[in-house]
């Protein structure tokens, strides 16, 4: 119909028909509190409430154990964490649904008491300078290790085989969190990579680690069920100062994504207002649309209407909500209605249980008059 909302349209996103464009965009939600740090029956039952969506990207899942950062969050290295993702996928499948997973390192956003008290990896021995969600509760984060040339080639063959747990887990794609200050973004930047071999120094070397890890991820998946994430104008948040070779990092990364075949590129609004910094970019899908050939989603601040707007002028292809699709499981359907949207507790964003998970309710059936 002409006119559906564009956010309710059907998009073909490589060799997969995405219902809608109403992306649920990866979150963290430290639910996976047992000793395997595996998915349990509560996020099977918490991603099969959002299978409405046009495709779901699962919580950031860590590609080996020294990728961990945060406590609860859900692995992909290991056979217990495959199965518990096998039960999440058959179930948004059971519900037409499609999911892919976010393959996640952490990097220096760690702690040694995730580490049996060695220091995290990273590009480069610099401190964040950020609070850590510890076992033991906040603490100070530290200096990491730099990360050996053998280290980088270990940390992509871990990106490789987590990327085959996740097909053998019957996900329908990978996004790799190349975003938020977690270690890819720690080598994009000039102040957390200060490396002078090939993975340091110039734009292209900081950028190497990243498409070192495109191809490994490759040789298992279709280049079309691969997405990444980015976040060009992040600043003074999860460790990461932007300078004035940061846009320029970025504009190279996009330039140079275009000769994949991937599923999307998927970037991030900035977090913080950046518009009195005349070397970041306030606009990013605006910016990065004439840049990137492909699919293209964009996230952070949008609602129902934001949404509409930037598809029908063609910024974007996609949008991916993330508190939205917290306290509104079937959020599709609300935008479908023009509906009531319901508030979320950030009380619960990442505390135990169902309270604040899996107990949001559906949309009752409005009684016709």
């Not at 963290?28 to 991603?47: C, F, M, W």
């Not at 590129?265 to 518009?275: C, I, K, R």
């Not at 910024?315 to 993330?322: C, G, N, Q, R, Y």
Request: hydrophobic share 35%; aromatic share 10%.
């Amino acid at each position: 119909m002409e006119d559906e909302q564009p956010l309710l349209q059907s998009y073909q996103m490589g060799d997969l028909t995405l219902k809608n464009r109403v992306i649920m965009a990866p979150m963290t939600r430290s639910r996976a509190d047992n000793k395997e740090n595996a998915p349990t029956d509560l996020h099977v039952g918490y991603y099969r409430q959002r299978s409405s969506a046009g495709l779901i990207i699962s919580e950031g899942s860590q590609v080996s154990e020294r990728a961990v950062g945060y406590i609860n969050t859900p692995g992909i290295y290991s056979e217990a964490q495959a199965e518990g993702w096998r039960k999440v996928t058959e179930a948004v499948h059971e519900q037409d649904g499609k999911i892919f997973i976010q393959l996640w390192h952490c990097g220096r956003i760690s702690h040694p008491k995730f580490h049996n008290g060695e220091k995290p990896l990273a590009p480069s021995a610099v401190n964040p300078n950020i609070k850590i969600f510890t076992p033991d509760g906040e603490e100070d984060s530290v200096e990491p290790k730099a990360m050996t040339i053998t280290e980088i080639k270990e940390t992509v063959q871990e990106f490789k085989k987590a990327a085959q747990n996740a097909k053998d887990a019957g996900f329908d794609g990978i996004e790799l969190h190349s975003s938020n200050g977690y270690l890819f973004h720690q080598f994009f930047n000039a102040n957390s990579n200060i490396r002078t071999d090939e993975y340091g120094g110039s734009i292209p070397n900081r950028a190497r680690f990243l498409f070192e890890v495109i191809e490994a991820v490759g040789e298992i998946w279709e280049e079309n069920r691969i997405g990444v994430r980015l976040n060009p104008s992040l600043n003074n948040d999860f460790g990461i100062i932007a300078t004035k070779e940061t846009i320029p990092t970025f504009d190279y990364i996009v330039e140079k994504l275009n000769a994949y075949d991937l599923a999307y590129l998927h970037l991030s609004e900035p977090f913080t207002d950046v518009s009195e910094i005349d070397y970041l970019v306030p606009n990013i899908a605006k910016h990065y649309r004439p840049i990137y050939q492909s699919t293209l989603m964009i996230n952070n601040g949008f609602d129902q209407k934001k949404g509409n707007e930037v598809i029908e002028k063609g910024t974007a292809d996609l949008v991916s909500f993330a508190k939205l699709f917290i306290s509104n499981p079937d959020l599709p359907k609300r935008f479908e209605e023009n509906s009531h949207l319901a508030e979320w507790d950030s009380n619960t964003f990442y505390t135990p249980g169902e309270k604040g998970y899996t107990d949001y309710p559906m949309l009752e059936k409005q009684t016709e008059k």
